[in-house]
């Protein structure tokens, strides 16, 4: 029993030295008490903003209200709410006081270090910043700043109604609330950064699926000039119709009436619908909102006319995007094309398709994900850097069992997360040389403004004329010159054709695809805890 009890002691003690308090630091709201571990100290739970109830739901983040003492940054803020079963463990709490941010920072920083702020994905009306996938640390130890953000989701977080439009001033930005939390955070890292060693001059904004999108609408967004000052989007889209305000303020009073407010309701009526209420009345009419105000025109609109921040930008997919098809009939896909658009992709993608079936997985892929990014590359580079990828590697343990790496596998590997995945993955020496290599590239662009990869050939920087990306494969990364340029060329022909007139009277195939999508997203936020349910 002594013995035990000496092993108890010991473990505490090695446990208390582990994990340490560090001197509060200051921001402007007041003193933060974070925790160390190792080389990193972590701060939980931080308010950005004022927690978004009562008076305060469906309007733009107010500041953090200040507090006296010393406030413990232990714990992790709760969740934005969301319907369970979407990727994030019921488990964990859910409140619409979810307005906060996550920091590790390196406990011995040299100087002012770069800063990496990341935004989750789940479609807009699902995911978190406290998955464990996230975990700031490995980026810390690399000597950054890293910085995850909670924002408003679902009918909380985008959400257009003629009573709110009625209250709000005159420029008022409307619907894109979750939107404006992002905005909201990186002006807080602007102002408090330097208090964990970061340098606010030297800020990366990244995300991946609807964080990704995420990342285009602020490259776009003139509210959010100045607040980074690089740009990172994994499998982020681009190409997709959004609802006017006019639009979505119609999809709003259907969502409210479902969520049991009369046809009349006022601002008032409907901040008192219950949460519950407005999450079982989602049916997926969620995400971005041209409002005219805060957004003035989609990703593809401001880059063709290049209108987005001039910065240095990484942008790219993975080889089974498809996955977010889930059980869904991929020839339904197809459904959005004319005949002669039909018979152009047909040709370009030949043998690699051979039935309809196939052919509506390909077109998926590429037009939501692969074909934008190539595209977004190329006018990102008349004015600053751009870099593009191709993510192509399947853990080994899924190597036989799938055919593609689904979406958001790159994510365990720029994160080193395979053993934080939903359901733990046991990492071959491959696996290990494989996330070195992409967390290495995913540094090197935060610090540098250029992906500069360990032990991995040079990565050259995109232009339409060369056409080169970065295929990162299943045994050797390597550069590739014209990755599927004749199904990308046609997509882009479909496009361009799709820019020059006006969006169809209602919902656009792609808009109704989208809505669909911002689900699948959502439910493969498992990762690889749900290897078996999606694609190939």
């Not at 999450?279 to 880059?303: K, M, Q, S, W, Y």
């Not at 990014?373 to 343990?397: E, N, T, V």
Request: charged residues 20%; contains cysteine; glycine residues 12%.
């Amino acid at each position: 029993m002594l013995r035990l009890a000496l092993l108890a002691l010991i473990a505490a003690l090695t446990g208390s030295l582990a994990q340490a308090q560090t001197p509060p630091v200051r921001i402007d709201s007041g003193l933060l008490q974070g925790v160390q571990d190792s080389d990193v100290v972590a701060y939980k739970g931080v308010p950005y903003a004022a927690p978004p109830v009562g008076p305060l739901r469906w309007r733009p983040p107010h500041p953090a209200p200040a507090w006296r003492g010393v406030r413990d940054a232990s714990i992790f803020g709760p969740v934005c709410p969301q319907a369970t079963g979407l990727g994030v463990p019921a488990s964990l709490p859910q409140s619409e006081d979810c307005l906060t941010l996550n920091v590790w920072a390196p406990a011995h920083a040299a100087g002012p270090a770069p800063v990496m702020v990341w935004l989750h994905g789940g479609g807009d009306d699902a995911g978190t910043a406290r998955q464990p996938q996230f975990d700031g640390a490995v980026f810390a130890r690399d000597g950054i700043v890293f910085v995850s953000v909670d924002y408003r989701l679902g009918a909380l977080g985008w959400f257009a109604h003629p009573a709110l439009t009625r209250e709000a001033g005159p420029g008022a930005p409307l619907g894109d609330y979750g939107l404006m939390d992002e905005i909201a955070a990186l002006t807080w890292v602007q102002r408090n950064i330097r208090a964990f060693g970061g340098d606010p001059r030297q800020v990366t904004v990244a995300g991946e699926s609807a964080g990704g999108e995420a990342v285009l609408f602020l490259m776009g967004a003139p509210a959010a000039r100045g607040l980074f000052a690089r740009a990172i989007v994994e499998s982020g889209t681009g190409w997709a119709d959004y609802p006017t305000l006019a639009k979505a303020e119609d999809e709003g009073v259907a969502l409210a009436t479902r969520a049991g407010a009369p046809a009349d309701a006022d601002a008032a009526a409907l901040r008192a619908l219950p949460v519950a209420a407005l999450l079982a009345a989602n049916h997926g009419e969620i995400g971005e909102i041209i409002d005219g105000r805060l957004v003035t025109a989609d990703p593809a609109t401001i880059f063709a006319a290049g209108h987005a921040a001039a910065v240095p930008l990484l942008i790219g997919s993975n080889s089974g995007e498809d996955s977010l098809l889930g059980n869904s009939d991929p020839k339904d896909v197809l459904k959005d094309f004319t005949a002669d658009q039909l018979s152009a992709l047909r040709a370009a993608y030949g043998a690699e398709t051979p039935d309809d079936a196939a052919l509506g997985r390909a077109v998926f892929r590429d037009q939501w994900m692969g074909a934008p990014a190539r595209w977004i590359a190329a006018r990102q580079s008349a004015h600053a850097p751009a870099w593009l990828y191709h993510f192509a590697y399947i853990p080994s343990i899924l190597v036989g069992r799938r055919k593609a790496a689904s979406h958001g596998f790159e994510m365990l590997f720029t994160f080193e997360a395979l053993a934080r995945a939903p359901i733990p993955l046991p990492a071959s020496p491959a696996d290990m040389a494989e996330m070195t290599l992409l967390h290495g590239c995913w540094a090197s662009f935060v610090k540098t403004g250029v992906p500069t990869c360990p032990g991995g050939p040079a990565w050259p920087g995109y232009s339409a004329a060369s056409d080169t990306l970065m295929l990162f494969g299943q045994d050797t990364a390597s550069g590739a010159s014209h990755f599927r340029a004749g199904p990308y060329d046609v997509l882009d022909r479909i496009e361009a054709e799709r820019l020059k007139k006006p969006a169809p009277t209602g919902e656009a195939q792609l808009s109704r695809g989208r809505a669909e999508l911002a689900h699948r997203d959502g439910r493969a936020l498992g990762l690889a805890g749900r290897f078996g349910g999606v694609g190939r």
